[in-house]
Every structure is written in structure tokens, then in C-alpha cells.
């Protein structure tokens, strides 16, 4: 077969496509990843074949072109916006707010794949794909399979708030329905009618265990989560089996990179983990390091390490609930904290305390001396490590993207109708 994987340009949204990619490629099928320009040399470093597709926005640019301000992006680190935040709680959402919610992702869409459509259908009616695979923010994958003829399918990098707050919507029986109509457009362009997979796929890959994720009434194929995380150096001494506990802290490239800092004070957490008997190892940007006053002597601090090799040697982990950082600490096992600050990290976060695997900080005051008790708690408290080792074993029992591979085989011929 031919497969056509497509993704905006950001490494969370990529990453968790790629081992998917090459079991597929490995199985021995054709495939290439379409994404905007500048982000070719992403997917080309990780040994895939990369077709740039239409032209870059850059996401700074695209805050500034709808107008978001510091108190929207507040508002952002509070959690899910309208129309997801419905997901929170279905029984009291609000069709008005949830309308003007889709109104916004419309105006979203425009901003950020606009400039792919034209291209990737240019390409997929060229190239004549079997089976296209697109994370929810890029619906041009749905628009150029469509145009194409071929079966397409949502791969998740996090909670599907997308599908579930998409359920809510329609649960309302009101005609107004920005999204249909979005799509509508394209489909008088490219000769199809709208359907209601263009927003929710004809199937869901989702390579989040079911303690984690909040799921819609659709068809899920379930995956367990294998870590990538770019082009890395794995040091030679985290193969050293460390003295002490070690505790890892890493608040993921977002909150520097879109959200103007972190929602904590770093040297605060420093300071406050100082006198402890633990080796802390945190990861931590150059440029936010050159802020702090002193570096304690428990603690290294690294720009950048290769998560999956630090998770397998770490006793309790600090982070922000991010999927890709969360689950690679959960596949070893190891009690986190989770500080969560955007989108549906809060969402994740609770999930991930509920289970049993660690403590959640949101919607509580965030002070670092909190943080101190509760990685002592993490390290301490048996019931923790017996959750976390719960949780591992879930999502071990996930099938690995190798073994998902005859499953979307014999979904692509039967929603392609029977031809291969």
C-alpha cells in the first residue's frame, strides 16, 4: 500500500507518528509524511521520506494574526477552551458556547493548514495514496483523502477531546455546524460531500491506555505508545546505576517556546529540593538556565536529554503532562508529579493521579515547598510505585505498532471497498 501520513510543523504532534511510520515502512509499504516546509528536516532525520506541502506559518505569527493576547494564553494554561472543555463535564455544557468554541477552530484551521490544502490535494490525487493517517489539528489530511478516494484515519498525540466535545456538539441537534460547513467549501472544490469521518476519521488510532483517555462513540484502534523524541544522544553515564534516588524534572519545550515561561519557578524548585538525599536531574533550556541565581549540588541541569533513556533509571518524575513526556516515564514505571498547565494536560493529569501512579497539581496553589512534599511522598509511600507498576503493565498490554499493522491492512481495504 501507500501510505500518506501528514502533520503541522510541531515535533509533539510528529513524534508520535513515527514509530507507526516505520512499522508500516518496514512491513513494506510506501510511505512519506507531508508537512509544511520548515519542517521537513524534522521528518527526514527520522529516516522518513518528507513532501513539503504548501507554505510555512509560523506559529508565533499565527498567535499575533488571531489577535491572542497574554490573558488568552492565561487562560489557555487553565486548560481545555470551548468547544472541548465541554469534555470536562457533558452534563452541563452549553450549545451557545460550544458553537462560538467551533467558530474559533474554523478560524484556527485557516490559519494553520490553509496553506497545505492546495498543495497536498495536488499531491495525493498525484501520488494516489490507499490509506492517509493525520493528527487532529491537520484536517487537510481529511480533505486530500477525500478528494482521493482514500481511507483516512486520526492518529492521537493526547486526549480526544476532539471526538468526545465533537459527540457533545451533534448531541444538541441544532443545524448550525461551522466545521460541516468548512468543509463543505472544499468539497464543491474537490467534488465530494461532507461526511461526518472528514472531522473524526474513518478510524482512530490512539496510543493512550484507556485509564488516560476519554473516548467518543467511535472506532479506536489502540496502539501502545513508543517513545521518540527527536534526534538525541543517550550520555554513556545514565547507563550507571545511580546511588541515590534520582528524580528527573521536565516541563516540555511549550510552555518556552509558545507560553512566554513556566507556570513555576525553577531555581524555587531547585532550592526546594536541595537538602534532599536524591541525584535531580532536570532538563532545562539554555536561556531559562542563564535566569537562575545558583544550581544546587543534588541537581544537573541539561538542555536536552533522550527521555526514554533517562526514565528507566529514575525513582519519581517531575513534569507537565504532556502525553509524549508521561507516557515514557509510565512505560517504566515511575511515579510522577504532573504540574499540568495547557490544553488537556489538567484533563491528563487528574486521569493519571486517579490511577493510582502519582500526584496531580492543578486548580491548587503550585508553590515549590508543596512540590518538596509530594516527591517526598512519591518516593516514600509504597502505594505509589504499586500504581505506577499498574499502569506500565496497561499500556505493555497495548499492541505495538508492528502488531497494529494487519489491523489497518484490512481496514484500508474495507473502506476503500474491497480493492487493494
Given at each position: 500500500?501507500?501510505i500518506?501520513?501528514?502533520t503541522?510543523?510541531?515535533?509533539?504532534?510528529?513524534?508520535?507518528?513515527?514509530?507507526?511510520?516505520?512499522?508500516?515502512?518496514?512491513?513494506?509499504?510506501?510511505?512519506?509524511?507531508?508537512?509544511?516546509?520548515?519542517?521537513?528536516?524534522?521528518?527526514?532525520?527520522?529516516?522518513?521520506?518528507?513532501?513539503?506541502a504548501?507554505?510555512?506559518?509560523?506559529?508565533?505569527?499565527?498567535?499575533?494574526?488571531?489577535q491572542?493576547?497574554?490573558d488568552?494564553?492565561?487562560?489557555?494554561?487553565?486548560?481545555?477552551?470551548?468547544?472541548?472543555?465541554?469534555?470536562?463535564?457533558?452534563s452541563?455544557?452549553?450549545?451557545?458556547?460550544?458553537?462560538?468554541?467551533?467558530?474559533?477552530d474554523?478560524?484556527?484551521c485557516?490559519?494553520?493548514i490553509?496553506?497545505?490544502i492546495?498543495?497536498?490535494?495536488?499531491?495525493?490525487k498525484?501520488?494516489?495514496?490507499?490509506?492517509?493517517?493525520?493528527?487532529?489539528?491537520?484536517?487537510?489530511?481529511?480533505?486530500?483523502?477525500?478528494?482521493?478516494?482514500?481511507?483516512?484515519?486520526?492518529?492521537?498525540?493526547?486526549?480526544?477531546?476532539?471526538?468526545?466535545?465533537?459527540?457533545i456538539?451533534?448531541?444538541?441537534?441544532?443545524?448550525?455546524?461551522?466545521?460541516?460547513?468548512?468543509?463543505?467549501?472544499?468539497?464543491?472544490?474537490?467534488g465530494f460531500d461532507?461526511?461526518?469521518?472528514?472531522i473524526?476519521?474513518d478510524?482512530?488510532?490512539d496510543?493512550m491506555?484507556a485509564?488516560?483517555?476519554?473516548?467518543a462513540?467511535?472506532?479506536?484502534?489502540?496502539?501502545?505508545?513508543?517513545?521518540?523524541?527527536g534526534?538525541?544522544?543517550?550520555?554513556?553515564?545514565?547507563?550507571?546505576?545511580?546511588?541515590?534516588?534520582?528524580?528527573?524534572?521536565?516541563?516540555?519545550?511549550?510552555?518556552t517556546?509558545h507560553?512566554?515561561?513556566?507556570?513555576?519557578?525553577?531555581?524555587?524548585?531547585?532550592?526546594?529540593?536541595a537538602?534532599?538525599?536524591?541525584e535531580?536531574?532536570?532538563?532545562?533550556?539554555?536561556?531559562e538556565?542563564?535566569?537562575?541565581?545558583?544550581?544546587?549540588?543534588?541537581?544537573?541541569?541539561?538542555p536536552?536529554?533522550?527521555?526514554?533513556?533517562?526514565?528507566?533509571?529514575?525513582?519519581?518524575?517531575?513534569?507537565?503532562?504532556?502525553?509524549?513526556t508521561?507516557?515514557?516515564?509510565?512505560?517504566?514505571?515511575?511515579?510522577?508529579?504532573?504540574?499540568?498547565?495547557?490544553?488537556?494536560e489538567?484533563?491528563?493529569?487528574?486521569?493519571?493521579a486517579?490511577?493510582?501512579?502519582?500526584?496531580?497539581?492543578?486548580?491548587?496553589?503550585?508553590d515549590a515547598?508543596?512540590?518538596?512534599?509530594?516527591?517526598?511522598?512519591?518516593?516514600?509511600?509504597?502505594?505509589?510505585?504499586?500504581?505506577?507498576?499498574?499502569?506500565r503493565?496497561?499500556?505493555?498490554?497495548?499492541?505495538?505498532?508492528?502488531?497494529?499493522v494487519?489491523?489497518?491492512?484490512?481496514?484500508?481495504?474495507?473502506?476503500?471497498?474491497?480493492?487493494?
Amino acid at each position: 500500500m501507500r501510505i500518506l501520513f501528514t502533520t503541522a510543523n510541531q515535533g509533539s504532534m510528529f513524534q508520535p507518528m513515527v514509530p507507526l511510520a516505520w512499522a508500516l515502512r518496514t512491513a513494506g509499504h510506501e510511505v512519506v509524511v507531508a508537512t509544511q516546509p520548515d519542517f521537513v528536516e524534522e521528518v527526514t532525520q527520522a529516516g522518513l521520506t518528507a513532501v513539503p506541502a504548501g507554505r510555512q506559518v509560523d506559529p508565533r505569527r499565527l498567535l499575533v494574526a488571531m489577535q491572542v493576547t497574554e490573558d488568552m494564553l492565561e487562560e489557555a494554561r487553565e486548560g481545555l477552551h470551548p468547544p472541548y472543555d465541554a469534555v470536562e463535564d457533558p452534563s452541563s455544557a452549553d450549545w451557545e458556547s460550544m458553537l462560538t468554541g467551533y467558530v474559533d477552530d474554523v478560524e484556527r484551521c485557516r490559519y494553520e493548514i490553509f496553506s497545505m490544502i492546495g498543495g497536498l490535494v495536488e499531491f495525493a490525487k498525484s501520488w494516489q495514496p490507499d490509506l492517509v493517517i493525520w493528527e487532529p489539528f491537520t484536517y487537510a489530511g481529511a480533505i486530500a483523502a477525500k478528494a482521493c478516494g482514500a481511507a483516512h484515519a486520526r492518529l492521537l498525540f493526547g486526549a480526544d477531546v476532539y471526538g468526545r466535545a465533537r459527540e457533545i456538539f451533534r448531541g444538541f441537534g441544532q443545524a448550525e455546524d461551522p466545521l460541516a460547513k468548512w468543509f463543505a467549501s472544499y468539497g464543491r472544490k474537490y467534488g465530494f460531500d461532507f461526511t461526518e469521518d472528514l472531522i473524526t476519521g474513518d478510524f482512530t488510532i490512539d496510543p493512550m491506555p484507556a485509564s488516560l483517555q476519554c473516548e467518543a462513540d467511535l472506532n479506536y484502534l489502540h496502539m501502545r505508545n513508543v517513545p521518540y523524541g527527536g534526534v538525541a544522544i543517550a550520555p554513556w553515564w545514565l547507563e550507571i546505576k545511580p546511588e541515590k534516588p534520582r528524580v528527573a524534572l521536565t516541563m516540555g519545550l511549550t510552555a518556552t517556546g509558545h507560553f512566554a515561561g513556566y507556570t513555576i519557578d525553577i531555581q524555587d524548585v531547585l532550592d526546594a529540593l536541595a537538602d534532599l538525599d536524591v541525584e535531580l536531574y532536570a532538563t532545562v533550556p539554555e536561556d531559562e538556565q542563564e535566569k537562575l541565581r545558583s544550581i544546587p549540588e543534588n541537581a544537573l541541569l541539561m538542555p536536552y536529554i533522550p527521555l526514554h533513556a533517562l526514565a528507566s533509571t529514575c525513582s519519581v518524575a517531575i513534569n507537565h503532562a504532556g502525553v509524549g513526556t508521561l507516557s515514557t516515564f509510565a512505560l517504566h514505571g515511575v511515579p510522577q508529579l504532573t504540574l499540568p498547565y495547557h490544553f488537556d494536560e489538567p484533563l491528563i493529569g487528574r486521569r493519571f493521579a486517579a490511577t493510582g501512579a502519582g500526584l496531580n497539581m492543578h486548580g491548587i496553589p503550585i508553590d515549590a515547598d508543596t512540590i518538596r512534599a509530594n516527591v517526598l511522598r512519591l518516593l516514600e509511600e509504597p502505594s505509589f510505585t504499586e500504581g505506577a507498576a499498574r499502569l506500565r503493565d496497561e499500556m505493555h498490554a497495548l499492541p505495538t505498532p508492528n502488531q497494529l499493522v494487519g489491523e489497518l491492512e484490512a481496514l484500508t481495504v474495507k473502506h476503500r471497498g474491497g480493492a487493494s
